[in-house]
C-alpha cells in the first residue's frame, strides 16, 4: 500500500486518466451517433454496453501486454513498407470508420428516415427494434477494439504500473458513461452537430488509415479543427435560437 503514498502513482493516474478520457472523445460521438438511431428506451442499455465493452477491451489488452507488443512487430512488407498487426487493425479500423462516418452522412443528409420501421405494425416493429439493437452494438464492439488497442499502446508508453493503468482505464470509462448521455442528446437535438460529430469521424478514420502507413496525424490538430467548428456552430444555434424567440 506504500505505492498509494508516492505523489508520482497519483500524478501518473490523473496524466493517463485525462489522456483515456480525451482519447475517448471519439468513441462517445460514434457510440452517441449510432445509439440516436434507437427508440429512446433502448439508448441507456446500449450505451452501457458500448461503454462496458471498451472497458472490458481495455482491460482485456492490459492483461497481455506483452502479446499487444507484440503487435507492433512487421508481419509482412509490401513494396518496402513493414505491416505488424497493429497497422492492420488500424488499417481496418479506419476503413471501417470510413465507410460508416460516410454512410451516416448520407442518412442524415439525404435519406434520413431509410431505415426507420414501418409503425403498421407492433411486433414487426420491435423484431426490428431489437436487430437494429444488436446490429448497433456489434458496431461499437469493433471500433472499440481499434480505439482500445491504440489507448492501450499509448498508457503503455506512459506508466509502467498495470494498477494504475487499470485504475485510469476504470475512472476514464465512468466519466465517459456519465458524460455519454448529455452529449448523445445535444447531438441528436441538433443536426447540424450530428453532421459535424459525424465528419469527425471521418477524420478518425482518416487518421486511424493513415497511421497504419506510418504517417501520423497528430489528433491535437483533429480535435482543434472540431473544437473550432463546433465553437462557430454554437454561434449559429445561439442565432437561430434569438431569431426563434423573436418571431414567437
Known sequence: MDFLLDPNVWIAFGMLTALEIVLGIDNII????????????????????????????????????SWVMGLTADL?????????GRDLVLLLGGIFLLYKASHEIFVEVEAREQHAPAATDNAAVKAAGAKLFWAIIGQIAIIDIVFSLDSVITAVGMVDQISVMVAAVVTSVGV???AAKPIGEFVDKHPSVKVLALAFL????????????????????????????????ALNIRARGKRQAAKD
Open 30 to 65: 460514434f457510440i452517441s451517433i449510432l445509439v440516436g438511431r434507437l427508440p429512446p428506451e433502448l439508448r441507456d442499455k446500449a450505451r452501457r454496453l458500448g461503454l462496458g465493452f471498451a472497458m472490458v477491451s481495455r482491460l482485456l489488452l492490459l492483461f497481455s501486454l
Open 76 to 84: 509482412f512488407t509490401i513494396a518496402g513498407h513493414g505491416f505488424s
Open 176 to 178: 465517459m458513461l456519465v
Open 202 to 233: 471521418v477524420m478518425v478514420g482518416m487518421a486511424l488509415t493513415a497511421e497504419a502507413f506510418d504517417q501520423e496525424i497528430p489528433k491535437g490538430y483533429i480535435y482543434a479543427a472540431m473544437a473550432f467548428s463546433l465553437a462557430v456552430e
